[in-house]
């Protein structure tokens, strides 16, 4: 990772739902990195996981103050990773290494809209909260704002994070609405929580959003995307993925057996391996140098071209149909199941 700056950790503080929120400093506050850094955007930061390995993993900004102060909100995962890594060990004082900013949606991405909605998932509220901040501290200066409508789903009532803050902003402001929809605990249906999980029936209460923000793990974003479309054909659908795609489990079983040969062209480099990993997974895994950022269908970054054998390719946001005939692909979201596969590495993004 190229790292690009150096961030003290300022303050923590404790989240529901696993979620731990730090308050960062940028050290040199002429660092060009503080251009980029922006509500609903994402750092890449360089730190390692419990077993000390380091890896670069991406967290949503949240907040921003002219000072070169910033929050990120990281979620526990109990699997040792960074983000394990980050709760245990970032304290009050201690640093982080930043590299690049990425991510396209920010307040200006919705602030000249009439009416736009957001459907989020688990820790997938960070973007949302991120926006809603932009957008509050715009109402409260008198600027036109959007019509705002969150649907939230989350597994229980106790895990919903920042719940606080967007309840008093649906029942303080005229412009903004909650829906919370609650999928693993039986609770009484009103106004603002629903029990159960919400199908695309649940988002034609949303009055003709221009845009739709979804985010959320990838099966999440998967789905509502399939949901938004077909309730709201005309809307711009914004889409962030937190999660790597996974193979489906009946075709991760049917394969685990198959012996996968992968060509690199480039190089003429043979790998090879089992089914049941992506691309991207592989290719690192064999210290083959690809480029990559989030991992989870959005970016684009690491875009190949691919042929022969058998594989899947699980859903991404960013290819279109024609790419996709004429053999482009993700790393992130191929799986190799069987055969010689032949990977140009150096496909055009």
């Not at 004082?93 to 590299?99: D, E, P, Q, R």
């Not at 991120?130 to 789903?153: D, F, K, N």
């Not at 089914?275 to 959005?298: F, N, T």
């Not at 594989?311 to 190799?336: H, M, N, V, W």
Request: with cysteine; glycine share 8%; proline share 4%.
């Amino acid at each position: 990772m190229n790292v690009i700056a150096q961030a003290r950790c300022e303050h923590t503080s404790l989240e529901a739902g696993g979620i731990k929120v730090f308050t960062l400093r940028v050290e040199d506050t002429r660092n060009e990195l503080l251009n980029e850094l922006k509500p609903g955007r994402h750092v890449a930061i360089h730190y390692p996981d419990k077993t000390g390995i380091f890896q670069e993993r991406l967290y949503s900004v949240t907040s921003k103050q002219e000072t070169g102060i910033f929050e990120i909100a990281v979620k526990r995962s109990g699997r040792n990773r960074v983000s394990d890594n980050i709760h245990a060990t970032l304290k009050e004082g201690s640093t982080v290494s930043l590299g690049y900013v990425s991510g396209d949606i920010s307040v200006e991405s919705v602030v000249g809209l009439e009416r736009f909605a957001m459907v989020a998932g688990g820790i997938g509220v960070t973007l949302p909260i991120a926006l809603l901040r932009e957008i509050a501290i715009r109402a409260r200066s008198g600027q036109h704002v959007p019509e705002t409508t969150l649907l939230l789903c989350i597994p229980k009532v106790a895990d919903i994070p920042f719940l606080h803050e967007l309840l008093e902003l649906d029942l303080t402001s005229s412009w903004f609405t909650l829906h919370v929809f609650v999928t693993q605990e039986d609770i009484q249906a009103c106004a603002r929580f629903k029990p159960g999980r919400p199908t695309s029936s649940s988002l034609r209460f949303i009055e003709n959003p221009q845009a739709i923000v979804i985010c959320g793990s990838h099966s999440f974003a998967k789905t509502f995307r399939e949901h938004a479309s077909s309730v709201f054909p005309s809307a711009k659908l914004l889409i962030e993925s937190f999660t790597p795609p996974e193979m489906q489990e009946d075709q991760e079983h049917n394969g685990s057996d198959q012996l996968v040969r992968l060509c690199l062209t480039d190089s003429g480099e043979i790998i090879e391996t089992g089914s049941g990993k992506s691309l991207l997974e592989i290719l690192e895994a064999s210290g083959v140098p690809v480029r990559s950022q989030c991992r989870a269908g959005i970016c684009g970054n690491c875009r190949i071209r691919i042929s022969g054998g058998e594989y899947r390719l699980e859903s991404d946001f960013c290819l279109s149909e024609q790419d996709k005939r004429i053999g482009y692909a993700l790393a992130c979201c191929t799986f190799p199941l069987s055969g010689n596969i032949s990977l140009d590495l150096k496909a055009a993004p």
